[in-house]
């Protein structure tokens, strides 16, 4: 559908639904707008997310032995007691 799909479904809206009728084509046009952007915005975010959690990913991977080393050593130390 796209964008103009949506805008054109929206400006049809207005002859059928009394609520809307009132709302001039360029108000629904902003509105239209303004959802788009929140939109996009979202999935610069959940990209941004994805990229910081791969980050993170990669840093508990190299800190893997580490961990594990440390943890067989508290455990070897506590059975030891």
């Not at 108000?27 to 994805?50: C, I, M, N, P």
């Not at 508290?74 to 059975?79: K, W, Y």
């Amino acid at each position: 559908m796209g964008f103009r799909g949506t805008l054109e479904s929206m400006l049809v809206a207005c002859h059928i639904h009394p609520q809307i009728r009132c709302m001039t084509a360029h108000a629904l046009f902003l509105q239209v707008l303004g959802s788009q952007h929140r939109y996009e915005k979202g999935l610069d975010k959940l990209e941004f997310t994805a990229k910081q959690v791969s980050v993170m990913r990669r840093e508990l991977q190299a800190l893997k032995p580490n961990l594990e080393r440390k943890v067989c050593t508290c455990v070897l130390s506590f059975v030891s007691r």
